[in-house]
């Protein structure tokens, strides 16, 4: 049994393996179709989810399993005090995968540290968001066909913005990028960026900054470069943009199911 709690326990050659696993189950899906029969996920969400809670949850039933899925915390026993261990010790009595999404950041460690089955953190605060970047990685790469010599702008909350936190630190650790520089305006940095990476403002950890992705920014970009966005969205990526070809962040989404059912093959 292995956890997936911070992008820093994964290799470069575990992440190659991740995207091989991917592109064989988006190739060949009914080999995979059976193969979590009898195992049950819980999906463990303490914050809003959209995107990640869907995508493990059909994630989970396209490889053949169930899930339980608990959002709404006031109506478990969290609400009558229970702690995060207490509760990570029951879901795991009954469940085989416990994917996690808190506010805290170290929760997730916490949560595996006294967990009998693999844990995979959602999410936990302003910290990290590790199946966020295997997808976002498989998102580049199968854009750009390689993860080394490119030019990748964050623009956003990137204090608080976990994704970034993820993506960032994978890259950073692993040599694909050799430095990193934050600037105000975001204008002179992108008509050599090869990837644009886009995030809203996290006002749930208080922030009040606002930017907005203009004509005049798209206008400099170059057409080979790709703009990403983990969504939701707010105003700082407009709807106008959309119909762009350099607009990946639907097809985004797409590559985040099947890195999830490669990273529950890997894990079980
Ligand atoms: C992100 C998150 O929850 O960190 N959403 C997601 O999982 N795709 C990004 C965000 O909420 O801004």
Known sequence: MRHL???KDLLPDELMSLIDISDD????????????????LTNLF??????????????????GGSVIQINEVQYSSVSKGENLQDTILTIGSYSDFIVLRSQYEGDAKIASEVSQVPVINAG?????????????LRTIYKNKETLEGLKIVFVGDIANGRTVHSLGTYLENNNQCHYFETYEDMTAELSDADVLYMTRV???????????LTRDHVDVLSDKCIVMHPFPRNDELPRWFDSDPRAKYIEQMKHGLFMRMA?????D
Do not use: C, N, W
Not at 29 to 39: C, H, N, T, V
Not at 46 to 63: D, V
Not at 202 to 212: H, I, K, L
Not at 263 to 267: A, E, G, H, P
């Open 46 to 63: 303490y914050e809003p989810s959209t995107r990640t809670s869907s995508s493990f949850h059909s994630a989970m039933l396209r490889l």
């Open 5 to 7: 709690i911070s992008i």
């Open 25 to 40: 189950i988006e190739t060949k899906p009914q080999k995979y179709r059976s193969i979590m029969g009898g195992k049950v």
């Open 124 to 136: 936990d605060g302003a910290g990290e968001h590790p199946t966020q970047a295997l997808l976002d």
């Open 263 to 267: 990273i529950l093959t890997s894990l």
């Open 202 to 212: 996290q006002t749930e950890r208080g922030s009040t900054e606002s930017y907005e």
